[in-house]
């Protein structure tokens, strides 16, 4: 890849949902632009040791999925062929517990003014100027209630408290599929 970028084909290097030390080992070979890893108040251990390492080494840091796949928005239905499905976070069992830790920060969004979703995305827009928060996206709508977290403006003490309601490891059931596990944050 270090090549492709002398040769002018390729204009920077990233790499997703890597360990601090493949991080350090990619970097060491040719600077990284970027890291991207899942990042969420959902899911964020992972995350946060990943952080420390790329602000280390000034990459930026790429926050896919800062809704939890459309959990932080409060209002996740599930369809028959909905690929959701397939998350362990998404199983019955999990699913329950994971929306009940969404209605944790309903009540400071209503504060805020805002959607669950705003607040979510507001405060990990609020994590660092080196974040790039990625939510997906299939609906015009939910692209405007999206960008409308632009305007969402926490305190130091907002930020902790909608931690604080979401604590990391209070989620329910792994990101992906255990055998698929076996691929991240290697």
Same mark, same amino acid.
């Given at each position: !890849? #270090?090549?492709?970028?002398? +040769?002018?084909?390729?204009? =920077?290097?990233? @790499?997703?949902? =890597?360990? &601090?030390?493949?991080?350090?080992? #990619?970097? #060491?070979?040719? &600077?990284?632009?970027?890291? +991207? %890893?899942?990042?969420?108040?959902?899911?964020?251990?992972?995350?946060?040791?990943?952080? +420390?390492?790329?602000?280390?080494?000034?990459? #930026?840091? $790429? /926050?896919?999925?800062?809704?939890?796949?459309?959990?932080?928005?409060?209002?996740?239905?599930? /369809?028959?062929?909905?690929?959701?499905?397939r998350h362990p976070r998404f199983a019955p069992e999990n699913l329950e517990r994971n929306v009940g830790l969404v209605h944790r920060i309903e009540d400071l969004a209503r504060k805020k003014k805002c959607?669950?979703?705003?607040? =979510?995305?507001?405060?990990?827009? =609020?994590?660092?100027?080196? @974040?790039? &928060?990625?939510?997906?996206?299939?609906? /015009?709508?939910?692209?405007?209630? %999206?960008?409308?977290?632009?305007?969402?403006?926490?305190?130091?003490?907002?930020?902790? +408290? @909608?931690?604080?309601? @979401?604590?990391?490891?209070?989620? /329910?059931?792994?990101?992906?599929?255990?055998?698929? !596990?076996?691929?991240?944050? $290697?």
């Amino acid at each position: !890849m #270090a090549k492709l970028v002398e +040769q002018g084909k390729v204009r =920077a290097l990233g @790499i997703s949902e =890597a360990s &601090p030390k493949t991080i350090r080992r #990619a970097h #060491a070979v040719h &600077p990284l632009a970027a890291v +991207q %890893n899942e990042f969420s108040l959902l899911y964020r251990a992972d995350a946060d040791e990943t952080l +420390q390492t790329t602000r280390q080494l000034n990459i #930026a840091f $790429v /926050a896919y999925s800062p809704l939890g796949r459309g959990l932080l928005t409060g209002g996740v239905n599930l /369809a028959e062929t909905d690929a959701r499905r397939r998350h362990p976070r998404f199983a019955p069992e999990n699913l329950e517990r994971n929306v009940g830790l969404v209605h944790r920060i309903e009540d400071l969004a209503r504060k805020k003014k805002c959607t669950p979703g705003q607040l =979510a995305l507001a405060w990990v827009l =609020a994590q660092g100027d080196d @974040i790039v &928060p990625i939510p997906g996206t299939k609906h /015009a709508e939910r692209l405007l209630e %999206n960008i409308g977290a632009l305007s969402v403006e926490l305190t130091d003490d907002d930020l902790v +408290q @909608i931690a604080d309601a @979401i604590p990391i490891g209070a989620a /329910a059931g792994l990101r992906y599929p255990e055998a698929q !596990m076996k691929s991240v944050y $290697v």
